[in-house]
């Protein structure tokens, strides 16, 4: 297993170059010896909007979803308003797209491409291509499609119902042949946007359902190593600075559903995880419940039940 850490700014490459620091020659005027503006600031405004929209998109639904357990007509009609008044699925569709643009951290298949590029000659010769299941996609020119290593399957990870997100991952049929399976899913920014944390426990249960851990013996023996496998990603906050859940507890649930981590990688912002599903669950291990591991009052509340 490979581990990164995230990278230091480099503090030379942030100074501004020396040029732009003299005063101008010849007389010339002070808006004539300035550099250009930085587009910085509009794009720091433009991912605030971004990052607004999307959160509030998920409170909005996490508030609804506790609304309809209670029976709350009233509090449920006020909540889809609101939902609408935002722009329903469309917006938060939209916000998600642009949340995956170069200027925003890009695409985070790149680093699964990274990670696979060793296996790219045996994963190009072969008969069928790699299935893969990419789950919340919103964008076909990502790194996975233009690889061209993979047969893919993109589905949301909601639709719109009754003026809310549902998830369509979840009401999807379990593939019912081996065919019909996948050799990998992508869970790219999609668990922490699951509303509540038995949820976001049974989502990862069910991808073990999808994946298909009889093509393992088809595949050469570079590949038996990886396949099938699942591939995760994080705000990393919601791992590192979480009362609720840590790496080590995390480890633990993925190995009671048959994961074995192969790589990892962690930056300021994101959580990247590679596993292999090699194992079979074990039920009698999977008594993950709410539980305060790791205390603070700065620590936020992301959570993951799994029983």
Excluded at 168 to 173: A, G, H, I
Aim: charged share 30%; net charge positive.
């Amino acid at each position: 297993m490979s581990v990164e850490k995230a990278e230091e700014p480099d503090k030379e490459s942030s100074r501004p170059p020396k040029s732009l620091t003299k005063a101008p020659k010849n007389g010339a005027s002070l808006a004539s010896g300035r550099p250009p503006k930085a587009e910085k600031s509009r794009a720091s405004v433009s991912h605030k909007k971004t990052r607004d929209q999307i959160r509030s998109h998920h409170q909005l639904n996490k508030q609804l979803a506790a609304a309809q357990a209670k029976g709350d007509d009233v509090e449920v009609a006020e909540l889809k308003k609101r939902i609408e008044d935002l722009g329903g699925l469309q917006s938060y569709q939209l916000a998600s797209i642009q949340g995956q643009a170069k200027d925003r951290g890009g695409d985070s298949s790149t680093i699964l491409m990274q990670w696979l590029k060793p296996m790219a000659k045996q994963m190009v010769s072969r008969e069928h291509k790699i299935r893969l299941l990419e789950i919340g996609a919103l964008s076909t020119s990502n790194a996975c499609s233009k690889s061209g290593l993979f047969e893919i399957e993109r589905i949301d990870l909601f639709s719109q119902a009754e003026g809310i997100l549902e998830q369509d991952f979840m009401k999807r049929p379990v593939p019912d042949s081996d065919l019909k399976q996948f050799d990998i899913i992508s869970f790219s920014l999609v668990l922490n946007f699951v509303p509540d944390p038995e949820g976001r426990g049974e989502m990862l249960r069910r991808t073990c359902q999808f994946l298909n851990k009889h093509a393992r013996r088809a595949f050469e023996d570079e590949l038996q190593a990886v396949f099938p496998a699942l591939f995760l990603v994080l705000p990393a906050p919601c791992i590192v600075n979480s009362r609720y859940i840590t790496e080590e507890r995390l480890t633990c649930m993925m190995a009671s559903l048959g994961y074995v981590i192969l790589e990892r990688k962690l930056t300021a912002k994101l959580v990247y995880y590679l596993w292999q599903l090699r194992d079979k669950p074990r039920k009698d291990k999977q008594d993950f419940p709410k539980k305060q591991v790791h205390p603070g009052a700065s620590r936020n509340n992301f959570c993951v039940v799994l029983k």
